[in-house]
């Protein structure tokens, strides 16, 4: 993880002798959930509302092209339900992500609109689960990291983003975006035991040096 948060460092000082280079700050809520599978029975949790921030720099390309680097706080999780039980079990799971977009960012009007598609790493660096009944009696527990057993979680993961928004001229902007987890982040999953997150957001920032 240290070598991949170099690489961005690297990345972000490169960009410094570009005269076209913004670079900004973005958050927003972020609505998630995660796709689990115990023993092959596949479930899909409840949305959790998260939080979403961190900084940007758009790296021109070529006319209306950039590759767009980011450092995010990013929220994860969601909530499951057991009818039977009365028992409602929410994951929270906080990871430091990076995403590296590659970004098409036409002018409509006085603005640009931006839409952008790439990979994503992220460092877990914490979390809860927490379970609880009707009566308002609760359990909770700190993410456990590991490969182990099933019921850690990795500290890595990783996957696709997708943004689409519009940036106005004076430098602020407001956008969508997904993530999709493509790998398993289970402990020591397998294809019939897996977590996968998933979420989706809305976000404003501003760029600095923009036109």
């Given at each position: 993880?240290?070598?991949v ?5 690297a990345?972000f ?17 972020s ?11 596949k ?5 959790m ?5 961190g900084?940007?720099v758009?790296?021109?390309?070529a006319?209306e092209?950039?590759?767009q680097p980011s ?5 994860k999780?969601?909530m499951?339900?057991?009818e039977n039980?009365?028992l409602?079990?929410k994951?929270r799971?906080?990871y430091?992500?990076?995403p ?10 006085n603005?640009?609109?931006f839409?952008g598609?790439?990979?994503?790493i992220a460092?877990g660096?914490g979390?809860k689960?927490?379970?609880a009944d009707?009566n308002?009696n609760?359990?909770s ?7 182990d057993?099933m019921s850690?979680m ?11 928004g519009y940036e106005f001229?004076m430098?602020?902007?407001?956008g969508l975006?997904?993530?999709l987890?493509l ?16 979420s989706?957001?809305v976000?404003v920032?501003y760029?600095f040096g923009a036109?």
């Open positions: 993880m240290k070598k948060l170099l690489s961005v460092a990345l000082f490169a960009g410094a002798s570009f005269a076209q280079v913004k670079f900004g700050v973005t958050a927003g809520p609505f998630s959930s995660y796709t689990s599978k115990v023993s092959g029975d479930e899909t949790s409840k949305l509302t998260g939080l979403r921030a900084i940007t758009d790296l021109p390309l006319d092209f950039y590759i450092l995010l706080y990013v929220g999780g969601g499951m339900e057991s039980f009365d409602k079990l994951t799971i906080n430091l992500e990076l590296i977009n590659f970004m098409y960012k036409p002018e409509v009007g603005g640009n609109i839409i598609f790439g990979p994503y460092y660096l979390g689960s927490e379970l009707d308002g609760k359990l527990s700190d993410i456990e990291w590991g490969n057993n850690q990795k500290r890595l993961d990783a996957g696709a983003n997708f943004q689409f001229p430098g602020f902007n407001i975006h997904t993530d987890g790998v398993n982040a289970r402990g020591n999953g397998d294809d019939d035991n897996s977590f996968r997150n998933t989706f957001g976000s920032g760029k036109r």
